[in-house]
């Protein structure tokens, strides 16, 4: 407390400081211009006495200065603490892990003719960096993640943030149609904004895990707890 009271007193000091340099600059420049148009009068070499009107400045020291500063963390750096799998709070063994997964077909993992739309190649690199990093690898899956996130966007801050930033942009149309790869994740979105999550657990069933089955809850409440009271934001690299 000591400390951000002087501080405190200090921002204070040094703001009055620049304020009376200003004004003090301001007037030397002020008289220098009337000497000078003195000087150019030679018809006027009379001196006379001139008078100034007199400046006051005031200041109110209980008014409150508002000082903002942005921290930007790199997304590489938060990234690796969303994922559960990494974190002492993940509980399944391997094996429990691969007979979860056993049910799941090829298509389940990744349909056999899907491709990415050429103008969306950077936001699907972007996309499977994020899910590479979380360990979501099961098609089905990311687009049951992306549901849950976007049914309940609070709850699953910064995800869904970061998500959506990759989801909402638009460089033109995309094919309707189920091979394309954004526009599965797109409608995901749209499904889990639609529809919440008993829409997102229907549409998805075949993915036998939930959002926060692998997302690490307390790091997501953390982030968003230190970007509300920091004005952090994530800087993707």
């Known amino acids: 407390m000591n400390f951000r009271t002087s501080t405190w007193n200090r921002m204070q000091q040094l703001l009055c400081t620049a304020i009376l340099l200003t004004w003090c600059t301001t007037s030397v420049l002020s008289t220098e211009d009337v000497s000078s148009s003195n000087d150019v009068d030679e018809n006027n070499k009379s001196q006379q006495p001139h008078s100034r009107q007199k400046r006051f400045i005031y200041f109110n020291t209980q008014s409150p200065v508002d000082i903002g500063l942005l921290i930007t963390v790199p997304l ?21 892990e691969n007979e979860l997964l056993a049910n799941l077909t090829s298509e389940d993992i990744l349909p056999s003719d899907t491709f990415d739309e050429p103008s969306y190649n950077f936001e699907l690199g972007k996309m499977s960096t994020y899910f590479t ?16 996130v976007f049914a309940e966007p609070e709850k699953y801050k910064p995800v869904s943030d970061i998500f959506e930033k990759k989801l909402t942009v638009d460089r033109g149309p995309i094919g309707e149609k189920h091979s394309s790869r954004y526009y599965r994740y797109v409608r995901a979105m749209q499904e889990g904004v639609a529809g919440g999550e008993a829409a997102c657990q229907k549409e998805y069933k075949r993915c036998p895990y939930a959002a926060h089955e692998r997302l690490n809850m307390p790091a997501l409440h953390f982030w968003t707890y230190l970007t509300n009271i920091l004005r952090m934001e994530f800087r993707d690299e």
Not at 79 to 95: A, E, G, V
Not at 133 to 148: F, G, P, R, S
């Open 76 to 96: 590489s750096f938060a990234l690796p603490t969303f994922n559960l799998q990494t974190s002492r709070r993940f509980s399944r063994s391997i094996t429990e």
């Open 133 to 148: 990093i979380l360990q979501i690898d099961e098609d089905i899956c990311q687009q049951k993640v992306i549901c849950e």
